[in-house]
């Protein structure tokens, strides 16, 4: 049972608008600590997708965007490509554990 | 640009302690703005962050690995280690090591990774 919550699956079709969401609790996202993404693409480590709740590192598409309310955060990948399949991971930090705590992970499909 | 390599025996007995190592090139393991995280994968599972280091030797570690783990840095030699004691089956994964900028900054650079298998 992962610290934060994220739905197994999405999927949808090429060009389609997709969200990820990732709920927390107080004592992390809802505590103010920022929260990161993580794309792992099929046997290869996972790479920083989303800083700083909507921050994207060079490189990245501007088809992926973050945001963060309350207790949850949500990736948003706008116009779906095959190549966006892979397993999406959010992360943030937690004060009761006093270290990283990573979601579940959501496998996204391209239909 | 910073590149993270880690090494290790791909095979550990139960019982026995896993030890791993992350060499950093490109870059100085002291640069002082980081912490170095190590993280595990079983396979078809997610993420866990296992612990991290600052360059000072501080260290955190994940509660319910916290008494099995020791990470360590070794500035001389550009490598942080990861050492994880009386392992069985449930420590089978992939472990990776990543930059952490903290806070704000998240993983911004990853290992590889190496896959550890414990055997009975």
């Known amino acids: 049972q992962s610290v934060l919550t994220q739905p197994p699956s999405v999927s949808g079709a090429p060009g389609q608008r997709v969200s990820i969401s990732c709920t927390g609790s107080?004592?992390?996202?809802?505590?103010?600590?920022?929260v990161h993404w993580y794309q792992q693409l099929p046997g290869t480590a996972p790479k920083l997708l989303i800083y700083?709740?909507?921050n994207r590192p060079s490189g990245v598409p501007d088809r992926f965007s973050g945001s963060r309310s309350g207790t949850s955060a949500s990736l948003v990948i706008a116009g779906l490509q095959a190549d966006f399949e892979a397993d999406y991971y959010c992360?943030?930090?937690?004060?009761?554990?006093?270290?990283?705590?990573f979601g579940g992970g959501t496998k996204v499909t391209v239909l | 640009q910073v590149q993270l390599q880690e090494s290790g025996p791909g095979l550990v007995k139960a019982s026995q302690t896993l030890s791993l190592t992350c060499t950093v090139s490109?870059?100085?393991?002291?640069?002082?703005?980081?912490?170095w995280s190590w993280i595990r994968q079983p396979a078809g599972k997610g993420l866990e962050w296992i612990g991290r280091?600052?360059?000072?030797?501080?260290?955190s570690y994940n509660p319910s690995l916290k008494s099995r783990v020791t990470i360590s840095v070794d500035t001389s030699n550009n490598r942080l280690s990861l050492n994880l004691s009386s392992v069985t089956a449930a420590d089978t994964a992939a472990y990776y090591c990543?930059?952490?900028?903290?806070?704000?900054?998240?993983?911004?650079?990853w290992g590889q990774g190496t896959t550890v298998t414990v055997s009975s």
């Open positions: 990543a930059r952490d900028g903290n806070y704000y900054y998240g993983m911004d650079v």
């Open positions: 490109g870059g100085s393991i002291s640069s002082g703005r980081y912490y």
């Open positions: 280091i600052y360059t000072s030797g501080s260290t």
């Open positions: 107080s004592s992390n996202i809802g505590a103010g600590y920022d």
């Open positions: 700083g709740n909507n």
């Open positions: 992360q943030s930090y937690d004060s009761s554990l006093s270290g990283w705590v």
